[in-house]
């Protein structure tokens, strides 16, 4: 969806409205591969149109195979995304008849890399990635700004999501910025997130819901902080620990889109997962990764100045990168 169109705030609502559905009802066009039951395999060669394929097409899993490849070369320091995103999402594809939408959520402190992959998923499973008519994606900032207009943003997304799932179950629904989204809005999609959301005979069950947010991130810090004075693997954190503290968190804090929300309640999201905060040779990796692609010369003084420049916590013994690999691309910029 391109931001602030169909969901973003107008003088009209019932205009707004009247767009949402009239955008919601549009025919499938040729590039949501998903959506005519063909599946991108990998980023650039897409199988074009309806697709034959029986469930546990080899194609189907070499789309797995090379999100999983693509996660591994170009996401750093993100092992547990990868281990828990990559089968995630191959087991709900191969599912012809899955029980319950895919749900997961992204927490994770800035530039860790939620927006990245979140991005990298939707170009696997979708001609054009976040272009496609197929990938909807929410920021509260844009599309749901004002705090007075709730119960009309609540009505305008029940509507898209269901229009755009009537049109095309095979679609996916992103909300960035879970942080900053009115609590009680998000509510309003409980329904599509669950296992008996049948209506008119469409099956609203094979769509993928990622919430993507902030929150959560400072527990996560902290866990990894933990297991570093410990002199144990970033990779040791415990998940059984992590993932009912951070839906604890989020559910608790009154500040956050999830705050005493049902989803959480009613443990509709499938994957909480955690991005861990990036070290310092990690921001290296970033600072190679986009020099190579600016067409620049990798020099190793310059690879270190720029990180050696991004702020580190915690203030003594400066481990983690504060803003994560986010400021890397802008910072390149200075040195040269
Ligand atoms: N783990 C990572 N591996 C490789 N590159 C990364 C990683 N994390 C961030 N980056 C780089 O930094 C940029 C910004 O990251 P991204 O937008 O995904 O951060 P984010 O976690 O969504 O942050 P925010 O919470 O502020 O939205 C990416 O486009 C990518 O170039
Ligand atoms: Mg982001």
Redesign the pocket.
């Known amino acids: 969806m391109a931001p602030g169109t169909a969901l973003s705030p107008g003088p009209a609502p019932a205009l707004a409205l009247a767009l949402l559905l009239a955008a919601a009802a549009r025919p499938a066009a040729a590039s949501g591969l998903w959506a005519l039951g063909g599946w991108a395999v990998g980023a650039g060669g897409g199988q074009r149109g309806r697709s034959p394929l029986p469930a546990f097409s080899k194609r189907r899993l070499g789309f797995a195979a090379g999100l999983e490849c693509d996660l591994a070369t170009?996401?750093?320091?993100?092992p547990l995304?990868r281990q828990q995103v990559v089968p995630a999402v191959r087991e709900f594809l191969q599912n012809p008849h899955p029980a319950k939408p895919l749900v997961m959520s992204?927490h994770?402190?800035?530039?860790?890399?939620?927006?990245?992959?979140?991005?990298m998923l939707v170009r696997y499973l979708f001609q054009g990635g976040l272009q496609s008519p197929y990938v909807h994606q929410f920021s509260p900032i844009v599309h749901f700004p004002h705090a007075e207009r709730l119960e009309q943003y609540k009505e305008n997304l029940k509507h898209w999501i269901q229009g755009n799932l009537t049109n095309c179950g095979r679609s996916a629904f992103l909300f960035?910025?879970m942080d900053k989204m009115h609590p009680g809005l998000i509510d309003v999609i409980m329904p599509f997130l669950g296992p008996s959301w049948v209506v008119y005979g469409t099956n609203y069950r094979k769509a993928i819901f990622i919430f993507?947010?902030?929150a959560g991130?400072e527990l996560i810090n902290k866990m990894t902080l933990d297991l570093w004075h410990a002199h144990k693997d970033r990779e040791e954190i415990s998940m059984q620990d992590l993932v009912p503290a951070i839906s604890k968190a989020v559910f608790e804090n009154p500040q956050s889109g999830f705050w005493k929300s049902g989803i959480i309640n009613d443990s509709l999201i499938d994957f909480v997962v955690p991005?861990l905060p990036?070290k310092h040779h990690?921001v290296k990796?970033?600072v190679i990764?986009?020099l190579v692609q600016q067409g620049l010369e990798v020099r190793p003084g310059i690879v270190q100045e720029v990180a050696d420049s991004i702020p580190y916590f915690p203030e003594e013994e400066k481990i983690f990168s504060s803003?994560?690999?986010?400021?890397?691309?802008s910072r390149i910029s200075f040195f040269f």
């Open positions: 170009n996401v750093v320091g993100q995304v992204f994770g402190s800035t530039g860790t890399g939620k927006t990245y992959v979140s991005s960035e910025e993507i947010s902030n991130g991005f990036l990690h990796q970033c990764s986009e803003t994560g690999c986010k400021t890397v691309t």
